[in-house]
């Protein structure tokens, strides 16, 4: 079965400095991974996603992340955090549970951006 | 840029009352999903729907659940008698392909449920 494991509940940084968010996956299969972002009030919104392409993955708001196979991991970065960065941050992996793909969430790490 | 909306944003209800979480998909979307998450906990699979059927759902989602398509923009989530422990945040996504590795769900706001 297909999980993942988001390492920190909550990371702190300040502004202009990078950005670390983990995350370790389990698959029995090449997986499809995702890093969704959600701001307060708001819907979840895709960042970026990994479909065994290119290891490093760029996604939208200058975040990135690394597929490391070796490690089962993928951790989500950005350079210089930026104060609209502060939300919550889920990795999810897609479900091989049926034809249409269910995604199995981590519980999320919450990014707060201090002045 | 398209975008999947939920009404309402935040539903009170009395044990034991029927509850219709609305969702409007993106328009060209055929794939449509209902995820919950419990305060706390992580954001669940409940259902997808695809062809006016389900296509998979899990074991949360018991003969308590239902979903519909009525019409040609509307996505609902019925919980028929609601318990204490369906009190969570519903959120509908909605995909323009099939599950795999190229799809991309894209997901609504939320519909905050409070079950009293």
């Known amino acids: 079965a297909q999980s993942v494991t988001q390492l920190d509940s909550h990371v702190s940084v300040s502004e202009g400095t990078p950005v670390l968010l983990r995350c370790n996956y389990s698959s029995s299969y090449s997986p499809s991974l995702f890093w969704y972002v959600q701001h307060p009030n708001k819907g979840l919104q895709l960042l970026l996603k990994y479909t065994s392409a290119a290891t490093l993955v760029k996604g939208i708001n200058g975040f990135e992340a690394e597929f490391k196979k070796s490690e089962t991991s993928f951790h989500l970065t950005k350079p210089s955090a930026h104060m609209s960065d502060a939300a919550e941050y889920f990795c999810?992996?897609?479900?091989?549970?049926?034809?249409?793909?269910?995604?199995?969430f981590g519980k999320g790490t919450k990014l707060s951006v201090k002045p | 840029e398209p975008e999947v909306t939920q009404t309402p944003s935040h539903q009170v209800t009395q044990m034991g009352q029927e509850v219709i979480l609305r969702c409007v998909p993106i328009?060209?979307?055929?794939?449509f999903y209902w995820y919950r998450q419990i305060l706390g906990q992580k954001v669940e699979f409940l259902v997808s729907?695809?062809?006016?059927?389900?296509?998979?759902k899990s074991e949360i989602f018991d003969d308590q659940f239902s979903v519909e398509r009525p019409d040609g923009s509307n996505f609902t989530l019925k919980i028929r008698s609601t318990k204490l422990e369906d009190s969570a945040m519903y959120f509908c996504a909605s995909s323009p392909l099939p599950g795999g590795s190229s799809d991309t769900q894209y997901f609504g706001p939320g519909t905050r449920l409070t079950v009293l």
């Open positions: 729907f695809y062809n006016n059927e389900i296509s998979e």
């Open positions: 328009s060209n979307h055929l794939y």
């Open positions: 999810v992996v897609m479900g091989y549970g049926g034809s249409q793909g269910n995604l199995i």
